[in-house]
């Protein structure tokens, strides 16, 4: 398979020594609450267990999330500013099972007008790198993918957003370059080959990925930090 070089300024991004990689980290993800109309934004995203899902505010109504299943609530019906947060860890699921794993809300106040959404917790998609050495290629990984789908790779070196997307929150600020999608194999794993000549010691590579998963839908991966 042909590899990819990250480039900077025309220059190959690797360094004199091997990169170190912080601990993998789990996405943040931001709904927008009425931040124009009576609806959260986006709607309905997918998460990987262990992840968090905060619940920002807009507007000048009085708004909460309130689970149908009774999993979580943020209390009262207030007005902008407010947050609420809920990670989706092994023991939030263990203690709220749901169908699914799917968990539907709404602003109590405003759910027969539709303002509704959900969360649907799913298997991880992870995001790793290999043999990220200075003078030898290296490689972007995807594990736990459906065997046969899409994964989308991108990175960017100006930091790690957020960027509000349909799918969440991009761990990636602009400029942010898109890499080739990649196929997964039978067992869900897919890997993107990099050329890492030296240079550029001391840059951060900001990664991040998802799958698609068809009608615009889609999972993000972990996002991951390099620092060369």
């Not at 298997?123 to 993918?145: E, H, K, M, Y």
């Not at 899409?150 to 990636?172: K, N, R, W």
């Not at 000549?197 to 999972?219: Q, R």
Request: hydrophobic share 45%; proline share 7%; glycine share 14%.
């Amino acid at each position: 398979m042909k590899s990819t070089s990250i480039l900077k300024a025309g220059l190959v991004l690797a360094a004199g020594l091997t990169l170190s990689v912080t601990a993998t980290a789990q996405n943040n993800h931001i709904v927008k609450v009425a931040p124009a109309a009576f609806v959260f934004e986006p709607q309905d995203i997918n998460v990987n267990i262990g992840d968090t899902v905060t619940w920002v505010w807009f507007g000048f109504a009085s708004h909460n999330v309130n689970a149908f299943s009774g999993a979580f609530l943020s209390g009262n019906p207030v007005s902008a500013p407010n947050t609420f947060s809920v990670t989706f860890d092994g023991t939030f699921l263990a203690a709220n099972p749901v169908t699914g794993g799917l968990y539907d809300y709404k602003c109590d106040p405003h759910a027969a007008g539709g303002m509704v959404g959900s969360v649907r917790v799913m298997s991880p998609r992870v995001l790793s790198v290999t043999n990220f050495t200075a003078g030898q290629s290296g490689s972007i990984n995807v594990d736990g993918l459906n065997p046969g789908g899409t994964a989308m790779l991108g990175y960017s070196l100006a930091g790690s957003g957020p960027i509000s997307i349909s799918m969440g929150s991009l761990s990636l600020s602009p400029p942010f370059t898109q890499l080739p999608s990649l196929t997964a194999d039978g067992s869900g794993h897919a890997a993107l080959p990099v050329n890492l000549p030296g240079g550029l010691a001391g840059t951060t590579v900001h990664l991040h990925g998802a799958e698609l998963l068809g009608g615009g839908a889609g999972i993000l991966t972990n996002p991951l930090t390099v620092v060369l």
